[in-house]
C-alpha cells in the first residue's frame, strides 16, 4: 500500500503511527490535510444531496392526462337521425326521446302538458291534505280526553257523540274523496300512456339504427377461419 494510503487510515484512525521514522510530522500533517479534504468531501456530498431533495420536492407533478373519450364508431351517425355516441350507458329510450322532444314540436308541447299537469295535482290537492290532517289530528286527540273520563256513563256519552261527528265529517268529504280518487286513476292512466309514448315514439329510431349500422360479419368470419387453420397445425403437431 502507498505512503498516501497509510496515511488516508491513520487520519480515519486519528494516528501518526505508522512506522515510517522521522516522518511523523509530515505524516500528521497529510493527515490533517486528508481529514480535512474528506471531510468536506462529505459535506459537499450532503448538501448536493439535501438540494437535489429540496428541488425535487418543490418541483410540480405532472399532471396525469386523463384517456381520451371512447371515439364514436364509423358511420355511427351518418345515416341515424338521433346521435347514440354519447348513449352508451344511459338509458336509450329516455335518450332518445329526449332528442325527439327537440325536433318534434308537438311533441314537446304534449310533454309540457304531461309535466304540467302532474304539478297541477299537487297544487289542487294541497289544501285538503292541510284541512284532512288538521281534522283527523283532532279526533286522534280526543282519544287521550275520553280516556281520562272516571265516570263510565259520561265516557260512553261523549264517545258517541265523538264517534257521530267524526262519521259525519267522513260523510262531509266524501266528494273530496271520490274526486281524488278519480284524479289518481287519471293521473294513473296518463301516466301509463306517457311511457307507451315513449315507446312507440323511440321504437322506429332504434330500428332505423339497427338496419343501418349492423355490423358485418366478414371480420368474425375471417377470425373463425384463422381459429380453423391455428386448430388444424396444433392438431398435427401434437399428434406427431
Not at 68 to 75: V, Y
Not at 187 to 200: E, N, V
Amino acid at each position: 500500500m502507498s505512503l498516501y494510503g497509510d496515511v488516508l487510515i491513520a487520519a480515519s484512525f486519528g494516528t501518526t503511527n505508522l512506522g515510517y521514522p522521522g516522518c511523523e510530522n509530515k505524516i500528521k500533517r497529510l493527515a490533517d490535510l486528508s481529514f480535512e479534504n474528506t471531510f468536506m468531501k462529505k459535506i459537499a456530498i450532503i448538501a448536493i444531496s439535501v438540494s437535489f431533495l429540496f428541488v425535487s420536492c418543490k418541483q410540480p407533478k405532472k399532471e396525469i392526462q386523463s384517456s381520451p373519450g371512447i371515439p364514436e364508431s364509423p358511420g355511427e351517425n351518418s345515416s341515424s337521425e338521433i346521435s347514440f355516441s354519447k348513449s352508451r350507458t344511459v338509458d336509450l329510450v329516455e335518450r332518445i326521446y329526449a332528442e325527439l322532444l327537440e325536433k318534434n314540436k308537438a311533441l314537446n308541447e304534449l310533454e309540457k302538458t304531461i309535466v304540467n299537469l302532474k304539478e297541477q295535482k299537487e297544487d289542487s290537492l294541497q289544501p285538503f291534505k292541510i284541512f284532512d290532517q288538521k281534522n283527523l289530528a283532532y279526533y286522534n286527540s280526543t282519544g287521550h280526553y275520553i280516556a281520562n273520563i272516571r265516570d263510565s256513563l259520561l265516557r260512553i256519552k261523549i264517545t258517541t257523540i265523538i264517534d257521530n261527528s267524526l262519521t259525519g265529517y267522513n260523510r262531509r268529504i266524501a266528494p273530496n274523496k271520490d274526486f281524488i280518487s278519480t284524479l289518481d286513476m287519471k293521473d294513473t292512466h296518463l301516466g301509463d300512456l306517457h311511457l307507451i309514448l315513449k315507446l312507440i315514439k323511440t321504437l322506429p329510431i332504434i330500428e332505423k339504427y339497427q338496419a343501418e349500422n349492423t355490423p358485418s360479419v366478414r371480420p368474425v368470419e375471417n377470425v373463425i377461419r384463422h381459429f380453423d387453420k391455428a386448430i388444424q397445425q396444433a392438431d398435427s403437431v401434437a399428434w406427431k
